[in-house]
Antibody, heavy 122, light 107 residues
Framework: QLQLQESGPGLVKPSETLALTCTVSGGSISSSSYYWGWIRQPPGKGLEWIGS???????YYNPSLKSRVSISIDTSTNHFSLKLSSVTAADAAVYYC??????????????WGQGSLVTVSS | EIVLTQSPGTLSLSPGERATLSCRAS???????LAWYQQKPGQAPRLLIYAISSRATGIPDRFSGSGSGTDFTLTISRLEPEDFAVYYCQQYDTSLTFGGGTKVEIK
């Protein structure tokens, strides 16, 4: 059974960089059939796609976040990572990592991590 | 960007009733690039429907999806107690965007 687990600091200071890692177990991150992505959800609000990465390193980002986002992948350790720079209070959210079907473009997300709550405060 | 508008915001129904949830896109979603998710409090979303009408693995057949172009529908034929939750649609035609959600609550 595929499992995804987010890890990283739960508290980030304003203007600093948020960094999270997603560790994938029970399957290979190098599969040619899937993208790996990040989605966030502010408390009490809806879902926002941040970006997705293929095992080759090819990425797609949400245009509204593109200037601040970087997603990377490490196939040797089966994990992928998110960096979001210059954070503000608006970036406080539960951050989910997830697997998306697709070989040329990320589609629907069929496996999700449990989520990691990130607070932005000095 | 394709904006997805879900309605109603809240649906109050009783177990055994039929639920009809709407997702309207600001422009046509080409091919079959629309999915539906269920989210319960404190949990990650769960994929219910992909490609407009295909049920994900393990999803009961009381859940069905339909639609095309700009108008899409998720139908729950007979609500079970575990179906009361928030439901989101998502398109993956142009970038990826989610709707704002519909909460299905017990009447």
């Amino acid at each position: 059974q595929l499992q995804l687990q987010e890890s990283g600091p739960g508290l980030v200071k304003p203007s600093e960089t948020l960094a999270l890692t997603c560790t994938v177990s029970g399957g290979s991150i190098s599969s040619s059939s899937y993208y790996w992505g990040w989605i966030r959800q502010p408390p009490g609000k809806g879902l926002e796609w941040i970006g997705s990465i293929y095992y080759t390193g090819s990425t797609y980002y949400n245009p509204s976040l593109k200037s601040r986002v970087s997603i990377s992948i490490d196939t040797s350790t089966n994990h992928f990572s998110l960096k979001l720079s210059s954070v503000t209070a608006a970036d406080a959210a539960v951050y989910y990592c997830a697997r998306a079907a697709g070989s040329y473009y990320p589609h629907d997300f069929d496996y999700w991590g449990q989520g990691s709550l990130v607070t932005v405060s000095s | 960007e394709i904006v997805l508008t879900q309605s109603p915001g809240t649906l109050s129904l009783s177990p055994g009733e039929r639920a009809t949830l709407s997702c309207r896109a600001s422009q046509s979603v080409s091919s079959t690039y629309l999915a539906w998710y269920q989210q319960k409090p404190g949990q990650a979303p769960r994929l219910l429907i992909y490609a407009i009408s295909s049920r994900a693995t393990g999803i009961p057949d009381r859940f069905s999806g339909s639609g095309s172009g700009t108008d899409f529908t998720l139908t729950i034929s007979r609500l079970e107690p575990e179906d009361f939750a928030v439901y989101y649609c998502q398109q993956y035609d142009t970038s990826l965007t989610f709707g704002g959600g519909t909460k299905v609550e017990i009447k």
